[in-house]
T-cell receptor, first 113, second 116 residues
């Protein structure tokens, strides 16, 4: 069975600082991993996805994530935070040949001037 | 291409009523999945439809049901509403069946259901 754990329900950074959102997964099969972002009163927007083609995945809005099998991690980073990055971020894993995503609890990112 | 659309965006019902939510997937997508999002339980998978067949179902009571039409549009129904059904219901569409690395789910804006 697959599962995802996001460490830190709230993360606060200053504008221009590094963003690091943590995600650890558990999967009995090679995982497909995703990061989604949710802005207030909106649905989920795909940031990036890992599909085994490359361990370093680049996404939209300057975000990237690195798949580390030895650490079962898929942390999301951005070198320089922007005020517009303030949102809730969800890590998700999909497996089993179905379109079923298992989500982490989410991390709310606050960006301060 | 237009994205995933969900109607209505907001809904207020009272306990005991039933409700139907609608989802139109991205053109060409044949898979539609439904998720419930609540502050307490987070994002939980409800069910998935592909080519009018339910392929997978989450751990929800039988009051939650769905269907998919030949044009891939999907509806979910909740009967005998309870206060705990208040949530954001999200629909996601995908081109394939989920077995390929290219299968990605794209989400709609959601329907906010409030049960009074």
């Amino acid at each position: 069975a697959q599962s995802v754990t996001q460490l830190g329900s709230h993360v606060s950074v200053s504008e221009g600082a590094l963003v690091l959102l943590r995600c650890n997964y558990s999967s009995s099969v090679p995982p497909y991993l995703f990061w989604y972002v949710q802005y207030p009163n909106q649905g989920l927007q795909l940031l990036l996805k890992y599909t085994s083609a490359a361990t370093l995945v680049k996404g939209i809005n300057g975000f990237e994530a690195e798949f580390k099998k030895s650490e079962t991690s898929f942390h999301l980073t951005k070198p320089s935070a922007h005020m517009s990055d303030a949102a809730e971020y969800f890590c998700a894993v999909r497996g089993g040949g179905y379109n079923k995503l298992i989500f982490g609890a989410g991390t709310r990112l606050a960006v301060h001037p | 291409k237009a994205g995933v659309t969900q109607t209505p965006r907001y809904l207020i019902k009272t306990r005991g009523q039933q409700v139907t939510l609608s989802c139109s997937p991205i053109s060409g997508h044949r898979s539609v999945s439904w998720y419930q999002q609540t502050p307490g339980q987070g994002l939980q998978f409800l069910f998935e439809y592909f080519s009018e067949t339910q392929r997978n179902k989450g751990n929800f009571p039988g009051r939650f049901s769905g269907r998919q039409f030949s044009n891939s549009r999907s509806e979910m129904n909740v009967s005998t509403l309870e206060l705990g059904d208040s949530a954001l219901y999200l629909c996601a569409s995908s081109a394939g069946q989920g077995g390929s690395s290219t299968d990605t789910q794209y989400f709609g804006p959601g329907t906010r259901l409030t049960v009074l």
